[in-house]
């Protein structure tokens, strides 16, 4: 046995010890109480999970709830008895609230279960002897339950200079741990070495104030005995001696530093309660099923210590102490400065209860009314840790948590020593308590907010990303297809429709691919973005759900997009191929419409119906996969439909060829313009239905507009479906190019729309990509233009293909052939030129004017072509006729 | 039964209140205010009297005016104190509405207008000082001398001292004269030695007044450090500061400067150091930042009383450093358990 040299700590508090009162009695047992609680959550951690039902029988010491994860603990039966219950009972907590327990009657007769002391703990290997401390549910029994096993672990971080018995207990009125030392002075020594031998520290030094010589007497004199190398460091009294950090600083003059732990620089604390519960759990094979605490309080007849079951209620040994329940006033759960008061005596002993303080109103009056801080510094004289407590209430105040934190705030032990002292009564820790708490709000709420801002910011970029790559694509399709376009329209008169439509073809099959690429990539996206919403409705992550939703909508929105798009795509392309004479049969592609528009229908509907469902429930993953099937079938059977509905018209129109045109056409045209306001307006409604999911009104609005665009769509089918009829092949050809010069036309007007958009934004955030979007905007305006002369001059189209139309059913005279073929060349040749100079024009408005002058020069001969090819083509009517007749 | 619920801890030191703390340092004064009765006649003590009756006054007017409880407040004797330490401030025959205006000007101004106890910036017995001084120049200057210099050879009556507070005391001059700072200061370029000669107020019998008064002051301030309502910190910082500016002009210019031991037992030097630069409300927090200020307040005093305008410099020293008090605070806050250094300023977002 040696001395160790002792250090100081700045502060602290001589309140009055009252320690002789608990001291008088000796060791008490009360006996039995009708019911154990145990609480499943004694500890720091996870709560333990119950190995037993209501109704089983236990023994003392069996265990009965098992540890929940890595910080959590083992409980076992204090008594041999039956599971009464598992209920929600209140326990002994700051927070007053209620815990799931173990609820044990006792059958009084206390029959052990099987004890097993650990042999050779000292050649076994030291995770085993941790795990079989886990198993006999030891925690720290200082206060903070701690898992011992957990606390061990950590100490190996560094190598160990101090291992420290924590016997200060510097809190007054409680002298548990003096009668503990007292008591079991050579189990608590065996405890110390065996847990030495886990952890081999330097030193090992038991800290106890000199308030308790009876119980360092009764050590010295156990370790001289057994010649120990423990070393026992009488502290002088002082509050709070015992707290971990200041005990620390007493017996090695080092500081913990701030927001790390005794292990980190090597030290590590045990109390003297658990290096006893070691003892018993290593040589005795006895689970921690008792403590020993302390009854006191001047409403006690009876003051003492008593070894008590883990699970007895408060009110029970209060009874043993005989209490004078008149004059209860305050029920404190632990000392008087760090304790908490409890509402009722229904609560039970925990692993953790050192102290059960049953006052008077005498013995601890009401706190005096809170009076001004007069910044008397008394506090700051007090405070272990060198705060300055004035400063800190008056941050508190004032909830200037930047200022509280700045000034150390969480470096408060909350020992009350500021409050003790205050000439004010100020609350001072309480008001610590909220303003800890409100910083850690603050903390968590900035956390999140950085973390919404980053995911906006990072989903901003994305879109950002995607709508600059969707218009490059765009620019470098329209650049493409306006190219081909040209080169279609320069073929067009030397060779026979069929190439011509098999050149325009061309492009639009390329545009087709790559959207459905896009189409794919996109509905990839789409999926990843349901399966991350799925997985954030599980996890409850009510932000990430937002933006997910925002997320998978635009998806939607996009792929709804580039479907539409690789439908009209895909409907040109047809088309063009039907244009050709090789015609594809009408009836079966006409049932086959029909069948896809059923599907579509019911799948639709189907869909509507899940997502009802879904906004019933949104958290059900079954129905989300479901909805998510849904839409994919409603995709497929939409572009199936589409695929066919654009078949269907076209395969009908090569055969026939050559009849009254323009009222159906006029008709057609009508019935589109019907069908894309009705798209329009179905997609808004859709849209609004989206936002609010369960307004009937909107759905039945939907289902109109679905209804009316169905039959608008029919309508539009059987039109076009007869105007091919109606019109000779060339027109239709011809009627295809400008058809798609106007979609190229509306596109590009979409695109000038869109950069113009992307310029705003731009010019708005002072992007520096603001001159390539400008020169985009240009490109795409000029273009615009361009494609709006050719399509005001639908005649050059239309009047060039209609001859070249017309030739091979025109084989009346060989001279009139020729003379035809030659004036066609003339057309050509010259729309050829218009061509070139309304781009040359397009290129360069500045030399607009000569241009000008030769466009209409290159015009005035095309039309003298044009007028020469009329008569040509009056002289061969009654041929074509003919013609007409024959088929 | 209803069980209380509070928070911990659940015990108070015993007996210790502010009001305790305000009455410690009222009784503290007690052996100064004896002296300067001994020695200067009854005027101190009607002094506080008027002073009292005029703080509670005040007080209670301001408390009832701001819906506050009156007694609760009135009980915490801050505002006793207050009235004690103009009293002793004051001259003994200084007219009763200088008292009363003092006092008023430092209860309703410079402490329930900036939200009452705890909450002024600034000492509001030096306040209400301050103000009479700049006001009412040549009262505040009329001290009664000891008597074995004056003219009329004794010092006032009890009845002398009420008539020169509440009417006029027609043969006021016979019983005042300067005081060893005030004719410290106007020795214009007399050397020293010279001036401790011939000017009466610098005569031993004056010095050694003013010595004993200082000397029971510095007795009070003891009390207070013993019974721990004050640190030693502000006194001593003061002291020394006051003591080695002092010493050092000394050292330099012993013919015209004043040695260190006369600065320290004339004039408020000691009053100044344990009752007035102690206040806590206006003055530093930490241990560190006490003795910054203290030093600040002894280096003032003795640049007022050597170059300013007035013989003594406590008032105006006190004040300046209140001004200073929380920058001082926030470069003087103490080494935190577990942390390498203090911290300095209010660089927030830069913890360690």
């Known amino acids: 046995m040696q001395t160790a040299t002792v250090f100081s700590f700045h502060g602290g508090i001589h309140p009055p010890e009252n320690k002789a009162q608990s001291l008088r009695l000796p060791l008490g047992r009360p006996s039995l109480p009708n019911e154990l609680i145990l609480p499943l959550g004694q500890h720091i951690g996870q709560s333990s999970r119950p190995l037993i039902n209501v109704g089983d029988k236990v023994l003392k010491g069996q265990t009965i709830a098992i540890n929940n994860g890595f910080l959590s603990s083992f409980l076992h039966a204090p008594t041999s008895g039956t599971i009464k219950a598992i209920e929600e009972r209140p326990i002994a907590h700051p927070s007053g609230l209620s815990d799931v327990c173990i609820v044990i009657t006792p059958d009084g007769e206390e029959q052990w279960d099987t004890l097993t002391p650990l042999q050779h703990w000292n050649t076994l290997s030291k995770t085993d002897v941790l795990a079989y401390l886990a198993e006999m549910g030891i925690v720290g029994m200082g206060g903070a339950g701690f898992p011992t096993q957990v606390k061990l672990q950590g100490a190996h971080k560094h190598p160990l200079t101090h291992f420290i018995i924590n016997a200060a207990e510097c809190e007054p009125y409680i002298t548990a741990d003096d009668m503990l030392i007292r008591e079991k002075t050579i189990e608590l020594v065996l405890g110390i070495e065996a847990l030495q031998h886990l952890v081999e520290a330097e030193q090992v030094i038991i800290g106890i104030e000199d308030n308790k010589p009876t119980a360092i007497a009764e050590l010295n004199k156990v370790l001289s005995d057994r010649l120990s190398t423990i070393q026992v460091a009488v502290v002088p009294t002082k509050y709070p001696s015992g707290g971990e950090k200041q005990l620390i600083q007493l017996i090695t003059g080092k500081e913990v530093p701030s927001g790390q732990y005794p292990a980190d620089i090597g030290i590590l604390c045990q109390n003297v309660g658990t290096c006893v519960a070691v003892h018993d759990a290593i040589f005795l094979g006895k689970p921690l099923i008792s403590r020993f605490t302390t009854l006191t309080g001047d409403v006690l007849k009876a003051p003492q210590n008593v070894e008590v079951l883990l699970g007895t209620p408060i009110s029970h040994l209060l009874d043993y102490a005989e209490n004078d329940s008149k004059k209860l006033k305050r029920l404190v759960m632990g000392g008087p400065m760090m304790g908490f008061t409890l509402d009722s005596a229904n609560v039970p002993i925990v692993k953790t209860s050192n102290c059960v303080l049953a006052a008077s109103k005498k013995e601890l009056p009401q706190p005096a009314p809170e009076q001004a801080c007069i910044r008397c510094g008394m506090c700051e004289q007090a405070c272990p840790a060198s705060l300055l407590p004035q400063q800190l209430l008056w941050f508190s105040k004032s909830q200037e948590l930047e200022k509280a934190e700045h000034y150390n705030l969480f470096d408060c032990i909350e020992c009350g020593a500021c409050s003790y002292v205050c000439p004010s009564s100020i609350p001072l820790v309480q008001y610590y308590r909220h303003t800890k708490s409100s910083i850690r709000e603050a903390r968590e709420a900035a956390v999140k907010s950085d973390l919404a801002k980053q995911r906006f910011e990072a989903r901003k970029a994305r879109q950002d990303a995607e709508a600059a790559e969707k218009e490059a694509k765009r620019v470098a399709r329209q650049k493409a297809s306006a190219n081909k376009t040209t080169d279609g329209k320069k073929v067009a008169p030397k060779v026979t429709p069929a190439t011509a439509a098999a050149a325009t073809a061309t492009p639009a099959g390329d545009d087709s691919k790559k959207l459905k690429i896009d189409l794919a990539i996109a509905k990839t996206k789409l999926k990843k973005l349901q399966k991350q919403l799925l997985a954030a409705q599980e996890s409850e992550h009510t932000e990430e759900i937002g933006t997910l939703q925002l997320q998978a909508n635009e998806q939607e929105k996009a792929v709804a997009l580039l479907e539409e798009q690789l439908a009209k795509v895909e409907e040109q392309l047809t088309k063009a191929v039907a244009s050709a004479p090789a015609a594809s049969p009408k009836a079966p592609a006409s049932d086959e419409l029909k069948k896809a528009k059923v599907d579509v229908a019911l799948s639709g509907t189907k869909l509507k119906k899940t997502q009802k469902q879904l906004a019933e429930s949104p958290d059900d993953a079954e129905l989300q996969a479901k909805v998510a099937g849904f839409e994919k079938e409603l995709a497929d059977a939409q572009a199936r439909l589409s695929k066919l509905a654009a078949d269907a018209p076209a395969s009908s129109t090569a055969p026939k060829a050559a009849a009254p045109k323009a009222a159906v056409s006029d008709e057609l045209k009508k019935a589109k313009v019907d069908v894309a306001l009705l798209g329009v307006k179905l997609k808004k409604t859709q849209k609004q239905l989206a936002d609010a999911p369960d307004d009937s009104e909107l759905q039945a609005k939907v289902a109109g507009f679905e209804k009316e665009l169905g039959e608008a769509q029919a309508r539009l089918a059987t039109l076009t479906s007869q105007a091919p009829v109606a019109q000779p092949a060339a027109t239709a050809s011809a009627g295809d190019e400008l058809k798609k010069l106007k979609i190229d036309t509306a596109i590009a007007k979409a695109a000038v729309k869109k950069v113009e958009k992307a310029l705003k934004k731009a010019e708005d955030l002072n992007s520096p990509e603001l001159d390539t979007i400008r020169q985009q905007l240009q490109d795409a305006q000029k273009r615009a233009d361009d494609l709006e002369k050719a399509l005001a001059n639908p005649t050059t189209v239309a009047s060039s293909a209609a001859p070249a139309a017309s030739a091979p059913a025109s084989d009346e005279t060989a001279r009139n052939a020729e003379h035809i073929k030659k004036q066609k060349i003339a057309a050509a040749l010259a729309k050829a030129q218009i061509n070139k100079l309304n781009k040359r024009l397009a290129d360069s408005p500045q030399d607009a004017d000569s241009i000008q002058l030769e466009i209409t020069a290159a015009k005035q001969k095309q039309q003298d072509a044009e007028a020469q090819l009329t008569q040509l083509q009056a002289q061969l009517t009654p041929s074509q006729d003919n013609t007409q007749e024959n088929r | ?352």
């Open chain 2, 1 to 352: 039964m209803a069980l209380l619920r509070v928070t911990s801890p659940h015990t108070q030191r015993a007996g210790r209140r502010t009001s305790w703390v305000m009455l410690m340092v009222i009784l503290a004064t007690v052996p100064g205010i004896a002296m300067q009765t001994w020695l200067f006649g009854w005027g101190t003590i009607i002094n506080i009297v008027i002073a009292a009756i005029a703080a509670l006054a005040s007080e209670a007017l301001i408390l009832s005016i701001r819906r506050r409880a009156v007694a609760f407040f009135l009980k915490d004797y801050s505002a006793l104190l207050t009235a004690v330490l103009l009293g002793i401030a004051l001259p003994p025959t200084v007219a009763w509405w200088v008292t009363v205006t003092a006092v008023a000007f430092a209860i309703i101004f410079a402490k329930q207008l900036y939200g009452g106890l705890g909450n002024n910036p600034f000492n509001p017995a030096m306040v209400g000082y301050a103000i009479v001084l700049v006001s009412f120049p040549v009262p505040m200057t009329q001290w009664v001398g000891a008597h074995e210099l004056l003219s009329s050879g004794a010092i006032p009556t009890f009845s002398q001292s009420l008539q020169a507070i509440f009417q006029h005391l027609p043969n006021i001059d016979s019983y005042t004269m300067a005081t060893p700072l005030d004719a410290f200061k106007h020795k214009n370029e007399l050397p020293s030695a010279e001036a401790f000669n011939t000017i009466d107020a610098l005569q031993t019998a004056s010095l050694n007044s003013w010595l004993w008064i200082n000397g029971a002051y510095l007795l009070g301030g003891v009390m207070l450090l013993w019974l721990r309502v004050i640190t030693w910190h502000t006194p001593a910082a003061l002291l020394a500061a006051l003591a080695a500016i002092a010493g050092a002009f000394y050292l330099i210019d012993p013919s015209h400067a004043a040695t260190p031991l006369f600065h320290l037992t004339t004039g408020a030097a000691m009053f100044g150091a344990f009752f007035i630069a102690t206040d806590p409300v206006s003055s530093c927090t930490s241990n560190r930042g006490k003795l910054v200020y203290g030093a600040g307040i002894g280096i003032l005093i003795y640049i007022i009383r050597t170059w300013g305008g007035y013989p003594d410099g406590v008032a105006f020293g006190v004040l300046l450093m209140n001004f200073a008090a929380p920058l001082i605070d926030y470069y003087t806050q103490p080494r935190t358990y577990g942390h390498q250094k203090a911290k300095k300023g209010l660089k927030i977002g830069e913890d360690n």
